[in-house]
């Protein structure tokens, strides 16, 4: 209580004892600006806004007993019995001790035990796997890892687990065939938690549970991202809500994040936070230096910031600023729920945690984060969604619609299912050619040139890619010698002549380079006599390099390898290259599941183009710029995108034949139930002829004018010979006068459904006739409505043709340039410019926002007053211009800080703006034999597009124009089954 005269006679009155407490929320007094900088970045409020939350003086820290006692001077018995309640409060230590909370499986039959249950269940899988009788090894493993889940006690974890992914199999919800160290166990195999053989691919059960490290096992689900809430709601009914709960986050704020937002409060323009961060050295592995550390001279990167330091000690505002920061960095700016973790327990979790509910939707969140309820023994689970499981099922269902063809990623197929087999050539040609733009983990421009580099040829090159593709072994350059040893560029070298024949077995699946940590663990076993559990503990414990434990660790290597009578020089020689390396190895448990994702989504790709790019261009929903990078993909592969069809589309992308067609879902302003009412009418009454059969067809629900023009400017009714002109200037007046005869219709009021044969075919049944004009918007206007409803270009593009221009005037393409992961650094474009936002800084200076866009995707460029008093007058909507300038990255987000601008001379564009086809060949290709099946090609698949062939020689490329102008459609698919995939560059 605070002090006040009134409440010692409240005491005295009803006999209750005073207490004498402080309101804390700071443990200094100097925090409280601090802490009143913490409050405004809350609430979102500046520092100077008269209006906001704050607490007046400085008062509210953790007071000293002294302090405390001076406060309450004239009531010391207040202080006293504040006092003897702190003395009665006892230990803690048994509320947070860890115990056996882990979850039990509810449907073990009676007469069962858990572990009796398992092991069940496991011979059942293992037969399925391997057939009867189970062969020794597989048993021998079994009941290796048995004897060390059983006596642990985590035989109903597994049996949870395994109950969770049997229904989402059960549910058609797509799984994940793995992740994380649990691919290394064999009884996760058995029961269908993982689906790689980890005897095939010598992955180590060690690896995830370990007799000599007791940790409780920690399995991640991945499910296809539509359905991962459902998933988490089979868990909470099937468990028990009382047992159940989702996990609460902690949000901090980072060194970043803390310059923002403090200079913000403080008033400042958003440009001087960036500045000042922009000035902070770079993130290493994701972690920026903390700002102590700038003025730390002991810190590891204190010589790194310099520029910021300068700031500081020159500018006041940049001080002020960091001063602020440094206060609120660190500190709790939010809480959340994690995004995939489930905390499940056998005991009711409010007898063990506090627990809060979410208002919105009434889910149960911990009240503390998942480390501390690991530490309880509360177990968690991690439930993620993954798109690309949804991609792959998706591109599954489009080829069984499109093809007829029944192929399926379940190891155990169903009758009439094929497999995906794991040795297509076609698959890892595309890998070789870096293809690989949406393919899982291997669509970024610096993965694709390593896959160029390696070219694999077997799945173990594609874990392989996935290990290695990361900053610590990139550093090592690990990735390269990989790459180089694979295709004979560098010479395969032991990393000791004595060991050699020792580490075949181990390394020389990997070109006798070390990728993982099981071969940290392999080594240790076979050449210095460590079980896999001390093997698990030697790989740790070089990964953390604690100096006391590394020299124990050493010493028994040293004593193993040489109780093995293998040389000093062998020893030491290996020991200095497994040590770095150990602090970046990687998991190959990890990279071989997820490596497995990553080659069903090449082989995907590679096999069946046009139904995986349906299903990617689905995926990524109202997501323009991965829209833009995947159409560019799909025009490379020779893949049409075709405009939306009333006739045709459905709600989402899909393939017809070897096309793609646009998904209706994707046109602005038309919602689902309009979807579901054309297609379904579609499929009832037939395809809609006309404008005004479409009209007497439709339901009234799908007669929304707002949606219907939508459909007209995307080109929906186009295919029913009618210009958008003409149909957006009737289609108002038309549906009004629909509306009413449907209506009475409805009520039985009137036939829909007449002798159409009599009536006028201009006219609906319901005998209202709509004349339609027959011209067309100008290009330029046809073009941009249907980009304002596609949030893109697809029957044409105004750049049609021009390419030969831009690509002389820029060093990349935006979809390029989005797809490479690039976010600094001088970069050159050319393009459209679609829109021009101007504006205007606090000083009065004019600046500019235009909106630059090419063929295959758009971004923003800025040009701050200096740059923009030069380019100004040439910052016109529909110019063909070439930008220079530095990229940005805000929050994710690049665009551009343009410097330079150049309007460029498109008048001698050729071929009325029809882009060419580009076909190429290698020097040695140019042959007779080739030559005419080319020119057979080309003549049988006229159109109105010319064609360009790119000669390859050693030492330059020579573009020939041939003369042709082909259908590029049809002529795709001759090109690559006649002459080969590779000859088939694409429609630029």
């Known amino acids: 209580m605070t002090n006040s005269t009134s409440q010692p006679h409240i005491g ?37 806004d008269p209006g906001r939350f704050r607490f007046n003086g400085t008062g509210y820290y953790l007071k000293t007993a002294a302090g405390m006692r001076e406060l309450f001077s004239e009531l010391p018995e207040a202080c006293d019995n504040t006092l003897l309640i702190a003395e009665r409060i006892e230990s803690y230590e048994q509320v947070f001790a860890p115990e056996d909370e882990m979850p039990q499986y509810p449907d073990v039959p009676v007469g069962e035990t858990q572990e009796s249950w398992l092991r069940r269940e496991c011979i059942k899988g293992l037969e399925m796997r391997y057939g009867s009788p189970i062969p020794d090894p597989v048993m021998e493993r079994f009941e290796t890892e048995m004897t060390v889940i059983g006596p642990m006690g985590f035989s109903s974890y597994f049996l949870v687990v395994a109950d969770i992914c049997q229904y989402a199999r059960n549910q058609r919800i797509p799984v994940g065939p793995g992740r994380g160290s649990a691919t290394g166990s064999i009884v996760a195999y058995a029961t269908r938690i993982t689906e790689l053989c980890p005897l095939e691919h010598g992955l180590l059960f060690e690896r995830f549970l370990n007799p000599e490290r007791i940790n409780p096992p920690d399995v991640d689900l991945d499910f296809d ?82 520029e910021i330091r300068a700031l500081y000690d020159n500018e006041p505002d940049v001080r002020k600023v960091i001063d602020g920061a440094m206060g609120v960095e660190g500190l709790i700016r939010n809480t959340g729920v994690h995004a995939a973790a489930v905390i499940l327990s056998k005991t009711r979790l409010t007898e063990r945690i506090p627990l809060h509910m979410r208002a919105k939707d009434g889910v149960k969140i911990t009240g503390f984060d998942y480390p501390s309820c690991e530490d309880m023994g509360l177990v968690k689970m991690d439930f993620l969604g993954l798109r690309n499981l949804g991609v792959i099922d998706h591109t599954i269902q489009n080829i069984r619609e499109n093809r007829g063809v029944r192929i399926t990623t379940d190891t155990v197929p169903q009758d009439g299912d094929e497999a995906i087999p794991l040795d297509d050539p076609v698959t890892f040609q595309l890998l070789a050619r870096g293809d690989t733009f949406g393919v899982f983990q291997l669509d970024g421009g610096g993965m694709r040139t390593l896959l160029k580099a390696m070219e694999p040829s077997r799945f173990e090159d594609i874990a392989a890619a996935l290990a290695l593709y990361r900053p610590g072994p990139m550093a090592a350059n690990a990735h390269m010698n990989y790459a180089h040893r694979k295709t004979g560029r560098q010479e395969i070298a032991p990393i000791h002549p004595e060991l050699e024949g020792a580490l075949e077995p181990i390394l020389g699946n990997t070109f006798h380079l070390l990728v993982y940590q099981e071969q940290i663990m392999a080594i240790a076993r076979q050449l210095a006599g460590y079980t896999l559990g001390g093997a698990d503990l030697l790989r740790r414990a070089m990964g953390k390099k604690k100096p006391e434990v590394l020299a124990a660790e050493w010493e028994k290597f040293h004593g193993g390898m040489k109780a093995n009578a293998y040389s000093e020089e ?202 339609i004009d027959d011209s067309e918007w100008p290009r330029k206007q046809l073009l941009a409505t249907e980009r304002a409803m596609l949030g893109m270009y697809v029957s044409a593009h105004p750049l049609d043709g021009t390419e030969h221009i ?170 690559k089954g006649t002459l080969g995939p590779d000859v088939w560059v694409g429609v630029l």
């Open 225 to 306: 991202d539509r359905h991962r809430d459902r998933m988490v709601r089979y868990v909470v009914e099937k468990y028990g809500d009382e047992f159940t709960a989702m996990v609460n986050t902690f949000g901090k704020l980072k060194a970043k994040n803390a310059i923002k937002d403090t200079s913000r409060l403080l008033g400042y323009p958003y440009s001087h936070g960036e500045r000042i961060t922009k000035a902070l050295p770079a993130d290493v592995m994701g972690k920026s230096i903390p700002l102590p550390g700038i003025f730390d001279k002991d810190h590891p990167r204190y010589g790194e910031a310099g």
């Open 570 to 771: 062998a020893i030491k020689a290996l020991w200095d290259v497994m040590l770095p390396f150990s602090g970046y190895a990687f998991n190959k448990s990890h990279t071989a599941g997820y490596g497995l994702v990553s080659y069903w989504t090449a082989y995907l790709k590679a096999n069946f183009p046009a139904e995986y790019m349906a299903a990617l261009l689905t995926s990524v929903g109202d997501d323009k710029d991965k829209a833009g990078i995947y159409l560019a993909d799909a025009r490379k592969l020779g893949v049409p995108v075709l405009q939306p069809d009333i006739n045709e589309s459905v709600a989402n992308f899909t393939a017809i034949g070897d096309d793609v067609r646009f998904g209706l879902r994707s046109i602005r302003n038309v919602g689902d139930n309009v979807i579901e009412s054309l297609v379904s009418t579609r499929k009832t009454k037939g395809k809609y002829a006309s404008f005004s059969d479409f009209l007497d067809k439709a339901e009234i629900s799908a007669l929304n004018k707002r949606a219907v023009e939508s459909l007209i400017k995307a080109g929906a009714f186009d295919s029913l010979q009618h210009s958008r002109k003409g149909l957006s200037a009737v289609h108002e007046d038309a549906i009004d006068s629909v509306i009413p005869v449907k209506k009475q219709a409805a009520i039985g009021q009137d036939d829909l459904f007449g002798d159409l044969a009599t009536q006028d075919p201009d006219a609906t049944a319901l005998g209202l006739a709509f004349p």
């Open 806 to 975: 831009l690509s002389r005037n820029r060093d990349t393409t935006i979809s390029e340039l989005l797809g490479s992961g690039r976010s600094e650094g001088m970069v050159q474009l050319a393009g459209l410019i679609t829109g021009v936002t101007l504006k205007m800084t606090k000083q009065g200076n004019a600046w500019a926002i235009i909106n630059l866009a090419d063929r295959d995707g758009e971004m923003e460029v800025l040009f701050f007053p200096a740059s923009y008093t030069l380019v100004q007058p040439a910052l016109i909507p529909d110019s063909i211009v070439s930008v220079t300038g530095r990229l940005n990255d805000r929050d994710g987000t690049i665009s551009i800080f343009g410097q330079e601008l150049q309007v460029l001379d498109v008048s001698s564009a050729e071929n009325g703006g029809r882009p060419p086809v580009q076909l190429q060949l290698r020097s040695h290709q140019v042959n007779e034999h080739n030559v005419k099946e080319l020119q057979r090609i080309l003549g049988a698949h006229r159109g109105t597009s010319p064609v360009r062939l790119q000669v390859r020689g050693l030492e330059k490329t020579t573009v020939y124009a041939l003369g042709y102008e082909v259908d590029p459609t049809s002529v795709a698919s001759d090109v």
């Open 12 to 48: 005295h009155g009803l006999s209750i004892p005073l207490l004498a407490t402080n309101d804390a929320h700071y443990v200094l007094e100097e925090h409280a600006d601090a802490h009143d900088n913490l409050l405004c970045i809350g609430v979102g409020k500046d520092k100077n």
